[in-house]
């Protein structure tokens, strides 16, 4: 079992940024990667970015391309989000997620998530 504990987040105004982290405790040593999903009100959970905690190669959602940044600490098994530029459409619960078998499209484990706000 991985367990998952985000942080970071909150209410900023459209331009702001933001940084979330998320540190895994458990059964670290079998993480094939660590991402980030969202769900905004009335919406399904969508893919935000990803990394592969070995190579640290990362993917990204075209939506936060150029504005997000995905980064990892493995000493502390701990994944960041970096988030710059956001805007009203960005407002939802960020999820952290873990996989250690799979793609890092389907994460098989996921944190309580943490609200992010963004006001126009």
Known sequence: QVQLAESGGGL????????????????TFSKYAMGWFRQAPGKGREFVAAILWGAGSTYYADSVKGRFTISRDTAKNTVYLQMNGLKPEDTAVYYCTSTTSG??????????????????
């Open 12 to 27: 900023v105004q459209a331009g702001g940024s933001l940084r979330l982290s998320c540190a895994a405790s458990g059964r």
């Open 103 to 120: 793609t890092y499209y389907h994460p098989n484990y996921w944190g309580q998530g943490t609200q992010v706000t963004v006001s126009s």
